[in-house]
């Protein structure tokens, strides 16, 4: 039997009201008494009042005025619980009040020992938040409930850099959390096609009388992977990138929204990516022209020469000796 088992049967045992020997718990569970002795300081340090009494008619019990069921976390389960928490708060989790109601019930299930070690433990890491709308977290319950209900939502979206937001009806299926910024997967009823839409852009959403029906084990996640793999089939032939510089400016490369699916292999000074020649061409360029000398191409020739030929026709573009 596992040791939570164990441990659980070793509570009601002793919740029956009778004193129980270390003998006793053994021969019952199978176990030996050292162990038996082990278990008993676990349900002590888990907030559990077990008391031993000596003498001939003694043996371990627990006091009346016990009636709820122990939490068995130790230190560092409940470490990851709180220090978890901060990380929703940063995500903008729009349940994190809930999480936070729900830790703090477990707070209060804990000896003072516990919250002090607690305390201890978890004042050591902070999660910094980037500022988000207001109108994000209820637009976040509003997305999941019209998933989860399967119901059509009318959005007021804004593009990125469109002058003004347009109105359109999608069917939400999925919502996913991507390098800092919450995405809804939803099919475009106007473009008939799936599409994502950063959540803080929409301006207002409001539910519709028409039901959909999501396909079985979607996945908002995978659909993210297979978008990028998508890209990478259909756009011919794949070439080498390698990249030199520092640390940090390596990292907003490798972290940037595209860039980032194609990293292969990354060290303190140097990055390979493997990418399709066509987007290499298209996109690569003007995207390393905005870090200037903070990094180095060292291959391929043919992306180098084009980052070449577009700082020399700006450099032309602005030759102050031209009208």
């Known amino acids: 039997m596992a040791k939570w088992d164990n441990m659980l049967s070793m509570l009601w045992m002793l919740r029956s009201g009778r004193k129980l020997t270390a003998t006793q718990i053994a021969d019952s569970l199978e176990i030996s008494v050292r162990t038996v002795y082990r278990y008993i300081d676990a349900l002590c340090a888990s907030g559990v009042p077990v008391v031993a009494e000596s003498g001939h008619d003694g043996g371990f019990r627990i006091l009346e005025s016990f009636r709820e069921a122990p939490l068995f976390f130790d230190s560092v389960e409940l470490k990851a619980l709180f220090d978890a928490f901060k990380f929703t708060q940063g995500a903008g989790y729009p349940y994190a009040k809930e999480l936070e109601s729900a830790l703090k019930k477990v707070e209060n299930r804990l000896h003072n020992e516990q919250r002090d070690d607690l305390s201890r433990q978890t004042g050591g890491l902070d999660v910094i938040s980037p500022a988000r709308p207001p109108s994000v977290v209820p637009l976040l319950r509003d997305l999941e409930q019209a998933i989860n209900d399967g119901r059509t939502v009318r959005i007021v979206y804004r593009k ?164």
């Open 160 to 323: 990125a850099n469109a002058e003004q937001a347009d109105e359109r009806e999608v069917d939400p299926y999925g919502l996913a959390y991507d390098q800092n910024e919450w995405y809804a997967v939803a099919f475009c009823h106007r473009s008939q096609a799936f599409r994502t839409f950063r959540v803080d852009r929409i301006d207002r959403m409001e539910p519709t009388e028409e039901r959909f029906e999501k396909p079985e084990r979607f996945s908002a996640s995978a659909y993210f992977r297979d978008q990028s793999e998508l890209v990478r089939e259909a756009g011919g032939p794949l070439t080498v990138i390698r990249i030199e510089g520092e640390p940090d400016t390596l990292n907003a490369v490798c972290g940037h929204w595209h860039m980032r699916h194609y990293l292969t292999e990354r060290t303190d000074r140097e990055a390979r990516f493997l990418l399709d020649v066509p987007t290499m061409n298209k996109y690569l360029p003007m995207y390393l022209m905005t870090i200037g000398t903070a990094i180095r191409i060292r291959e391929p020739l043919e992306l180098k020469r084009r980052v070449q030929e577009m700082a020399s026709a700006i450099a032309q573009h602005y030759d102050i000796g031209t009208d």
